[in-house]
C-alpha cells in the first residue's frame, strides 16, 4: 500500500467524524438566525412585539437576560469547581444556596431591628454586605464538613456520593422548613440601589446592575485565582493527574478541601443574591441545584469559561422566551430551556468548552 493510501485510510475516520458533525453545526445555524430573524422583524403577535417596532423593550430584556446570566454564573460557578474541576457530586449545593439565604435574613433582620416589612430605605450597605458573608459562610464551613466527612472517602464513587448528598439535602430541607417556615422571605436590597432609570422610555431597576457588578466581581476574582495562583495552578494539575501531584510532595486533600470550601461559598453568595432578587423559600434549594446544572451542562465540565457562557444562553433564553414567543403559546417558555440544551448537547455533546473526562 502506498503512502498516499495510508494516509487517506487514516485520515478517513476523521473525515467521517467531521461529516457526522457538520449537520448539527449546520442545523443550529439556522436556528440561530430564524430566531434572530423572529425577533427583529416578526415577532409583532408576542408581548414584547418586534425588536425593530419597540427597541426599548428589546434593550430591557437584554439587560434582563445578562444581569439574570450573572445571578446564574454566581450560583453555578461553586458548582463548576466541585463538580466540574474535582469531579465531585455534591447535590446538596443547592440546600448550601438556601441555607445561606435564611442566615443572611436572619442576620438582616437583628441588624436592622425589624423582624417584617423592611423598608430599603433602612438597609444601608453594610446591612446586607454582613450578612451577604455571614450567610456564604455558614454556606463553605457546612460545604466543607460535608466533603470531609463524607465525600473525600468517596473520591471516584458518583453514585455513592450522589445518594449521599442526596440524603444530606433531605435533612437539611426538613430542618430549614423547621426552623425557617414555609413562607417565601427575601434579603432586602440596601437603599442606595433601589431607584429605576429610563432605557430609551422604559423603567429599569438599578439592583438588577448592582447584581450584574458582583457577578463580574466574582468571575475576575475566580479566574484570577485559578490561573495567577499557584494554589490555582496545583487545583487545574490535581484534576488532571492527581498522582503526579501527590509525587511533587503536594497535600492534594487539603488543596481540594479548599477548593470544596471556595465552591460553598460561592454557592451561599449566590443564595443572598437570589434571595434578594427573588426571595427564598423551601423548594429554591431544588429549582437552583437545577439551573447550576443546566449552566455547567451547557459550558462543559471544568470550564469557568463554560460556567460564563452557559450562563448567558440560559439567561438569554429564560428572558426572551416569555417576551418573543407568541401570546398564545408564552406558558411554553420553559420548554426553550430543554431545547437550548438540546441544541447545545447536539452541536457539542461534552458543552460549549468541555473536554471528554
Given at each position: 500500500m502506498t503512502p498516499a493510501l495510508i494516509d487517506a485510510e487514516r485520515s478517513s475516520p476523521r473525515r467521517r467524524l467531521t461529516e457526522l458533525r457538520r449537520p448539527p453545526v449546520w442545523a443550529a445555524a439556522v436556528v440561530?438566525?430564524?430566531?434572530?430573524?423572529?425577533?427583529?422583524?416578526?415577532?409583532?403577535?408576542?408581548p414584547?412585539?418586534?425588536?425593530?417596532?419597540?427597541?426599548?423593550?428589546?434593550?430591557?430584556?437584554?439587560l434582563d437576560a445578562v444581569t439574570f446570566a450573572g445571578l446564574l454564573f454566581v450560583a453555578a460557578s461553586g458548582f463548576t469547581l466541585i463538580f466540574g474541576l474535582m469531579r465531585t457530586v455534591n447535590m446538596a449545593h443547592g440546600s448550601l444556596f438556601l441555607l445561606s439565604a435564611y442566615v443572611a435574613i436572619r442576620v438582616q433582620e437583628a441588624m436592622v431591628g425589624q423582624?417584617?416589612?423592611?423598608?430599603?430605605?433602612?438597609?444601608?450597605?453594610?446591612d446586607w454586605l454582613v450578612p451577604l458573608l455571614a450567610g456564604a459562610g455558614v454556606a463553605a464551613v457546612l460545604g466543607l464538613l460535608i466533603q470531609q466527612v463524607f465525600l473525600q472517602w468517596n473520591e471516584g464513587q458518583e453514585m455513592r456520593q450522589t445518594l449521599l448528598t442526596l440524603a444530606i439535602t433531605v435533612v437539611l430541607a426538613d430542618q430549614m422548613l423547621r426552623e425557617f417556615g414555609g413562607l417565601a422571605q427575601r434579603v432586602v436590597w440596601p437603599g442606595a440601589v433601589t431607584h429605576f432609570f429610563s432605557v430609551m422610555g422604559e423603567r429599569y431597576a438599578l439592583t438588577r446592575l448592582f447584581m450584574l457588578g458582583i457577578a463580574v466581581l466574582v468571575g475576575?476574582?475566580?479566574?484570577?485565582?485559578?490561573?495567577?495562583?499557584?494554589?490555582?495552578?496545583?487545583?487545574?494539575?490535581?484534576?488532571?493527574?492527581r498522582q503526579m501531584v501527590r509525587g511533587l510532595g503536594i497535600n492534594i486533600r487539603r488543596v481540594f478541601a479548599l477548593t470544596f470550601l471556595v465552591g460553598?461559598?460561592?454557592?451561599?453568595?449566590?443564595?443572598?443574591?437570589?434571595?434578594?432578587?427573588?426571595?427564598?423559600a423551601p423548594g429554591t434549594d431544588g429549582s437552583w441545584l437545577l439551573n447550576?446544572?443546566?449552566?455547567?451542562?451547557i459550558g462543559g465540565l471544568g470550564s469557568l469559561k463554560g460556567a460564563a457562557a452557559g450562563s448567558l444562553l440560559y439567561g438569554?433564553?429564560?428572558?426572551?422566551?416569555?417576551?418573543?414567543?407568541?401570546?398564545?403559546?408564552?406558558?411554553?417558555?420553559?420548554?426553550?430551556?430543554?431545547?437550548?440544551?438540546?441544541?447545545?448537547?447536539?452541536?457539542?455533546?461534552?458543552?460549549?468548552?468541555?473536554?471528554?473526562a
Open positions: 440561530v438566525v430564524a430566531v434572530a430573524a423572529w425577533v427583529l422583524f416578526l415577532a409583532d403577535g408576542s414584547a412585539g418586534a425588536a425593530v417596532d419597540d427597541p426599548g423593550k428589546f434593550l430591557v430584556t437584554v423582624s417584617r416589612n423592611i423598608d430599603p430605605a433602612d438597609v444601608g450597605l453594610l475576575l476574582l475566580l479566574w484570577l485565582w485559578l490561573t495567577r495562583t499557584s494554589v490555582g495552578l496545583v487545583i487545574r494539575a490535581g484534576v488532571d493527574d460553598s461559598f460561592l454557592a451561599g453568595v449566590g443564595g443572598v443574591l437570589g434571595a434578594s432578587f427573588a426571595g427564598a447550576a446544572l443546566v449552566v455547567v451542562i438569554t433564553v429564560v428572558a426572551f422566551s416569555p417576551a418573543y414567543l407568541p401570546s398564545q403559546y408564552s406558558y411554553y417558555a420553559i420548554i426553550m430551556t430543554f431545547g437550548l440544551l438540546a441544541l447545545v448537547l447536539a452541536v457539542r455533546p461534552y458543552g460549549l468548552f468541555g473536554r471528554p
